[in-house]
C-alpha cells in the first residue's frame, strides 16, 4: 500500500504544473502523463472547465501524491500505478497530469487534476470519504503490483499480507467488544459478567479490584497467543474493570426504575462457521495445551462440516468455483475493455465542447482588423479552440460536424454499462473467493492435495466420499 495525501490548490495552478513537471525531477520529462490537457496548457484547460459549472468554492484543482517504499518499485512501474489510480479515481471525467519523482530517496508520484469535471460540470468533492475511496484505489492497485505496505508514522512497510493479519487483529478485538457487551447485558453482577466472559472461551486475568491487582483487566481468546488490555487505548474507555463494574450497576438501577417485562427467550445465534479459516493445530501453543487443542480440534471439525453442508460436494464446490471464477475473469475483461472506451470517448466530449464554446472566438480572429490585438485580448480561449480542433481531428472527427448532445448520451450509456459490470465482477469475485475458503479447509482437514494440473472435475481422494 503506497502512502497517500492530497490537498487543494486555490491559485497557483500554472506554478503547481511547473513544479511536478520540473525535467531534472522527472527524468529529463519522460514520467509524465496527462489526459484531457497538457503540462503547457493545463491552466486554460482547467480555467475553461471551472466556467462551466456553477459551484462557486475556490477549489481549482487538487494535487494528490502517492509515495512508495524505498527501493521496491522502478521508476517506471511507479508511474504505471499513478497513471492507473488517476483513471480508476477520475473515470476519465477529470483533465489530469501525472509526474513520477526520481530525485528523493523514495520514488513518489504527482498527480495535478481539475476540480471541476469535463462531462457533467461537477465540483470534486473532497471529504474523508472521497480519501478513503483513494486509499483504498491505492491499496488495491498495490496489491495487484505485489508491493509494501506504508502507513503514516512507520518507519518500514508491510507487505499485504502482514496489513491484513492487522486487519484481522482489530476484527478479533470487536468480536471480544462484542462479547464483553453481551455478557454485561445479561449478568447479574460483577463476578458473574466475567464468569460468562470466561464461558465464551476467553482467559480473563487482573479483574479483580485488590490493592495487589494488576491496574488493567485483559482478556485473551483461546486461539490466540498475547493477551489484550481492558484500557482506553487497547479497547476503548467502555472496557476498563472499573467501567464494566459501572455497566452493570447502572442496568441494576434502571431495572429498578421501570417494571421490566418477563424477558422472552432469544434464540440462540448460529455461528456460520464455513466463514471461518481452519486453525492451524502445528503451533507450539497447541502441542504445549491440550485443552487448547481439543477446542481447536472441535472448532475445525464445524468449520469442515460446515463447509460441506452449504458445498454438497467437493466436486460440485469445484464446479461452482470455475463457473463464478470464469463469470469475474469476464467481467473484469468488459470492465477493463468499457474503462478505455469511456476514457477515450469523454475526452472527446470535452474537446468537443470545448471547441464549439470557443469557436465564435476563432471566427472573430480571423475578421479583425487588428489580428495581434484581439489575440492579447482572447488568448486563452483561441489557445483553447486550436488546441481542441487539432486533438479532434487526431481522433478522426470532424470537428465542424460533431454532435454534442450524442457523445453525451453515449458516455452516459456505457457509464451505466460500465457501473453494471463492476457489480457483476464484485459479487463473482466474491463468492469465488467464499467457495475457495470452503474448499480450501475441506482440503485442509481431510489432508487432501489435489494436483495442480487437475480442473475442477479432478477425481477425489480415498475417504473423501464418507463425509
Known amino acids: ?10 491559485s497557483t495552478v500554472g506554478k503547481a504544473v511547473d513544479y511536478i513537471c520540473n525535467p531534472e525531477k522527472t527524468d529529463g520529462s519522460i514520467l509524465i502523463s496527462s489526459y484531457g490537457c497538457s503540462p503547457e496548457t493545463a491552466s486554460y484547460d482547467f480555467k475553461f472547465a471551472l466556467s462551466k459549472t456553477k459551484q462557486s468554492d475556490i477549489n481549482k484543482a487538487y494535487h494528490l501524491i ?19 489510480l488517476a483513471d480508476k479515481l477520475l473515470e476519465g471525467k477529470y483533465s489530469y497530469i501525472v509526474s513520477t519523482h526520481i530525485d528523493k530517496g523514495h520514488v513518489h508520484n504527482h498527480i495535478i487534476f481539475c476540480a471541476a469535471d469535463n462531462i457533467n460540470h461537477q465540483k470534486y468533492h473532497d471529504c474523508k470519504q472521497t480519501y478513503r475511496h483513494i486509499r483504498s484505489l491505492s491499496d488495491n492497485l498495490c496489491k495487484e503490483h505485489d508491493l509494501s505496505v506504508i502507513t503514516p508514522g512507520e518507519k518500514r512497510g508491510k507487505t499485504y499480507k502482514e496489513w491484513q493479519s492487522v486487519k484481522s487483529n482489530s476484527s478479533w478485538k470487536e468480536t471480544l467488544k462484542a462479547d464483553i457487551d453481551e455478557a454485561i447485558k445479561n449478568a447479574a453482577n460483577y463476578e458473574d459478567c466475567i464468569e460468562l466472559i470466561k464461558a465464551k472461551g476467553y482467559e480473563v486475568k487482573g479483574e479483580g479490584f485488590e490493592e495487589k491487582s494488576h491496574k488493567f483487566i485483559a482478556f485473551r481468546p483461546l486461539d490466540k497467543e498475547h493477551f489484550v488490555r481492558g484500557s482506553a487505548k487497547s479497547l476503548g474507555t467502555e472496557y476498563t474493570k472499573e467501567r464494566i463494574k459501572e455497566r452493570i450497576e447502572e442496568k441494576a438501577l434502571a431495572k429498578d426504575k421501570k417494571r421490566v417485562p418477563f424477558p422472552t427467550r432469544k434464540k440462540p445465534v448460529v455461528k456460520d462457521y464455513s466463514k471461518k479459516n481452519l486453525i492451524d493445530t502445528t503451533e507450539d ?6 485443552s487448547l487443542k481439543h477446542w481447536a480440534d472441535i472448532q475445525n471439525l464445524k468449520i469442515a462440516a460446515a463447509s460441506y453442508s452449504q458445498a454438497g460436494s467437493i466436486a460440485e464446490l469445484e464446479k461452482q468455483i470455475a463457473a463464478k471464477s470464469a463469470l469475474a475473469k469476464t467481467a473484469r475483461e468488459s470492465l477493463v475493455e468499457t474503462e478505455h472506451k469511456l476514457k477515450d470517448l469523454g475526452q472527446v466530449l470535452k474537446y468537443a465542447e470545448q471547441y464549439k464554446t470557443n469557436h465564435i472566438y476563432h471566427v472573430r480572429y480571423q475578421k479583425s482588423k487588428d489580428k495581434d490585438a484581439y489575440f492579447r485580448r482572447h488568448e486563452s480561449e483561441l489557445i483553447l479552440h486550436d488546441g481542441a480542433e487539432n486533438m479532434l481531428k487526431r481522433f478522426g472527427i470532424n470537428p465542424k460536424t460533431v454532435d454534442i448532445e450524442k457523445l453525451r448520451s453515449d458516455y452516459n450509456a456505457l457509464y451505466a454499462k460500465k ?49
Not at 1 to 10: G, S, V
Not at 66 to 84: D, M, N
Open 285 to 290: 501453543k497447541f502441542t504445549q495445551s491440550p
Open 66 to 84: 502517492q509515495s512508495f517504499l524505498p527501493g521496491e518499485v522502478s521508476y517506471e512501474e511507479a508511474h504505471k500505478i499513478g497513471v492507473e
Open 419 to 467: 457501473q453494471e459490470l463492476q457489480k457483476t465482477y464484485k459479487s463473482a469475485e466474491k463468492e469465488a473467493a467464499d467457495m475457495n475458503r470452503k474448499l480450501d479447509n475441506l482440503n485442509q482437514y481431510l489432508d487432501r492435495t489435489p494436483e495442480p494440473s487437475q480442473n475442477t472435475d479432478r477425481k477425489t481422494d480415498k475417504g473423501i466420499n464418507s463425509l
Open 1 to 10: 500500500m503506497a502512502y497517500t495525501k492530497i490537498h487543494a490548490i486555490t
